[in-house]
């Protein structure tokens, strides 16, 4: 495993919409240990992978039930909704309120193309939707109704919090 560079929101490559991954060879794998170490290292709970320059339709998750792995991944049910802050790996220090369904079934493959289907709720599904968007080449900065003072939520939260709402 290696630690990948996290590009920016000045780069262009996070403005681009990915490609579906359609080869599951031992590169992708890689390529997802590489993302999954790179997200613990920065202590994110997600990372795209046009975060790390690659313009693929892969993202991890790790929200604290564990590291989940989605390639070509499709919301195909969302229900409800709810606001709160999120940050981004490409994004830092900014901080902006964002709404998001409140459950979605996502339809997905796995490093090895098998398909997998999960429902998910609150935060995890926001982290999902969040993730979704860098797919997109769309960040949440484009889409949040209020930025938030960092300074601000070192009152509200303690640091660990913070740290755990990057993406
Ligand atoms: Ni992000």
């Not at 709970?45 to 975060?51: D, S, T």
Request: hydrophobic share 40%; with cysteine; proline share 3%.
């Amino acid at each position: 495993m290696a630690l990948r560079t996290i590009v920016f929101k000045t780069d262009d490559i996070l403005r681009k919409k990915c490609k579906n991954v359609e080869i599951f060879d031992e590169k992708l794998g890689i390529l997802l240990d590489d993302m999954a170490e790179t997200m613990y290292k920065a202590n994110g709970v997600g990372l795209a992978a046009p975060q790390v320059g690659i313009l693929r339709r892969a993202v991890v998750v790790d929200v604290g039930e564990g590291l989940l792995e989605l390639i070509n991944p499709e919301i195909i049910k969302a229900k409800g909704s709810q606001r709160d802050v999120e940050g981004c790996l490409s994004c830092p220090n900014e901080w902006g309120y964002v709404v998001r369904p409140m459950e979605i079934v996502v339809k997905a493959q796995d490093r090895n193309g098998k398909n997998i289907q999960l429902k998910l709720k609150e935060f995890f599904a926001r982290a999902v939707c969040h993730e979704l968007d860098h797919l997109e080449g769309r960040l949440f900065i484009d889409i949040a109704d209020e930025m938030v003072d960092p300074s601000e939520l070192e009152e509200e939260n303690n640091d660990n919090k913070k740290k755990g709402r990057k993406k």
